[in-house]
């Protein structure tokens, strides 16, 4: 049972780390816009979005982030009631783990980029702690995000309506790790491990 808790602190530590790192060497090595071929189908592309995972927008900047705040809170709790119950199997603890490390870490940008970068514009790169100050206050930094996958496109054929002779374009989203870990959570945890999204109560009771 205390594996369990172990193995998902060590998930989350690890893929905020990882995180964490890349956005800041790509903040402080790219500047805004830039993108590297690292493979045909595979970019290093840098931007930055003020929304959710993938570039969505939703709601005010800054009740977005007291939101993730609030939730990674809430799956913190949960977990810590959870993992010692024996019908809990590793994977969905392992699940939890990456989704909680994946909004934690785009929470690092939201409350302390705008402090603790700067914002030049291109083909300037940012600097860490600017003598200046930072381009935001506090709760409204910008994430950034990195990984583009254009894995492969076509055109819509003529006669199609709406979309017909527009190209199309697979994966366009630009993510961050802390997307992926999201992303890869939840599709396990719906996929396999449904059945024990459960109050700590109930699952103690589970068959």
């Not at 805004?32 to 959710?52: A, K, P, Q």
């Not at 609030?70 to 977990?79: C, N, P, S």
């Not at 940012?126 to 076509?154: C, N, Q």
Request: aromatic share 18%.
């Amino acid at each position: 049972m205390r594996s369990k808790g172990i193995v998902a602190t060590l998930i989350i530590l690890v893929v905020v780390l990882i995180d964490q790192a890349l956005k800041i060497w790509i903040k402080t090595h790219f500047y805004l816009g830039e993108d590297v071929r690292i493979f045909s189908w595979f970019y290093l592309y840098f931007i930055e979005n003020n929304g959710m995972a993938f570039g969505m927008e939703f709601g005010s900047k800054l009740m977005l982030t007291l939101f993730r705040i609030v939730a990674v809170g809430l799956l913190i709790w949960y977990m810590v009631r959870i993992y010692r119950i024996s019908k809990v199997p590793m994977g969905y603890m392992v699940c939890l783990a990456l989704v909680t490390a994946g909004a934690a870490g785009n929470i690092f940008d939201c409350v302390f980029y705008g402090l603790i970068f700067n914002n030049p514009a291109p083909p300037y790169v940012a600097s860490l702690f600017p003598a200046a100050g930072g381009y935001a206050e506090i709760f409204h930094g910008r994430v950034v995000d990195m990984l583009y996958f254009p894995l492969f496109s076509f055109t819509w054929p003529g006669w199609m309506p709406m979309v017909g002779g527009h190209e199309f374009l697979f994966f366009q989203p630009v993510f961050n790790i802390a997307d992926a870990a999201i992303s890869c959570g939840i599709f396990v945890l719906i996929l396999f491990y449904h059945k024990y999204i459960l109050s700590p109560k109930a699952l103690e009771s589970l068959a």
